[in-house]
């Protein structure tokens, strides 16, 4: 354990394993108090509470939570737990999410419905009710869990929406609070998991070859996606961002994979025409558009 985070508190949510936990152990070895969450005890692969004794026998602080914080109570009473057991908040980590897959041509109203529930209404929800504490501390971390489906993934329509509005939830969120002592960040990690093999041959037509193929990643990042790091490898990235040191970094969006870290760019027009008088007609645009906006 080191003093990184140390008289800190951390809720990580969607921690009981795969990389929520390697990020809970990450703030843990940092010296933080961490706050372990999945939705029920039991789960096979690890929940919780095996997160939270992991914790402890490597002498860190950490107490578990259970529950569905995509429910209003319950995100509620994760923040009301972590300041009765620890006496305050420091960071919050919105990692909690499934995996809701399908195509536009497969996709229901219950799969959309899902995915925004378990990764942007549950962000959404924490965030509000722990802003509230590090306020008053005028001091803060919010750190919430993107992913590349931000951009469009084939397959994924209604997890792609989930992720970009996380995306454009945390930009939103760093504006409000900019100059609050407050900062808010996203990170789209990749390693292997649940949802992504530990080599592109155990899942056949997957979503990193769907990505290479529309050309979301270059062949570089293909191949390194296609032998992907472990859980573990994401937390320490996560951990810094959670530190002091860290209080410039507000509204940023990163790639974490491992010994890989990038910051995407920011939004920005790429081209434009603009006519001095009038509006663009119909037959105007047929001749403009195709050579600049098409390539």
């Not at 080191?2 to 795969?18: F, R």
């Not at 940092?30 to 002498?59: C, F, H, L």
């Amino acid at each position: 354990m080191t003093d990184t985070l140390k008289g800190k508190v951390c809720i990580v949510t969607g921690s009981g394993q795969g990389i929520g936990r390697g990020i809970a152990l990450a703030i843990a070895k940092e010296g933080a108090a961490v706050i372990t969450n999945n939705r029920r005890p039991g789960t096979k692969g690890g929940d919780a509470e095996t997160t939270a004794s992991e914790i402890i026998q490597a002498r860190g602080i950490a107490a578990p939570f259970f529950g569905d914080v995509s429910e209003t109570e319950i995100s509620k009473k994760l923040m009301q737990y972590a300041i009765n057991r620890f006496g305050q908040i420091d960071i919050l980590v919105d990692n909690a999410g499934a995996g809701v897959g399908g195509s536009i041509w497969k996709a229901t109203e219950e799969s959309f419905n899902k995915a925004l529930n378990t990764h942007l209404r549950s962000t959404f929800l924490c965030t509000r009710f722990a802003i509230d504490y590090l306020k008053e501390k005028k001091n803060g971390r919010i750190i919430n869990c993107a992913s590349g489906s931000w951009l469009g993934t084939p397959g994924l329509c209604v997890y792609s929406a989930a992720k970009a509005g996380i995306v454009g939830f945390t930009r939103s969120v760093a504006a409000d609070i900019e100059g609050s002592g407050i900062t808010c960040n996203a990170y789209h990690p990749f390693s292997y998991s649940r949802l992504v093999p530990k080599t592109i041959g155990e899942q056949d037509n997957s979503v990193i070859t769907k990505r290479y193929e529309i050309g979301l990643i270059d062949k570089e990042e293909f191949e390194w996606q296609s032998n992907p790091p472990p859980p573990e490898a994401v937390g320490p990235f996560i951990a810094y961002l959670a530190s002091d040191q860290a209080d410039s970094i507000n509204g940023k969006v990163f790639y974490v994979s491992g010994g890989k870290v990038a910051l995407y760019s920011e939004p920005v027009r790429k081209a434009t025409i603009h006519k001095s008088a009038g509006f663009w007609s119909a037959e105007e645009l047929i001749d403009q558009v195709p050579g600049l906006f098409c390539n």
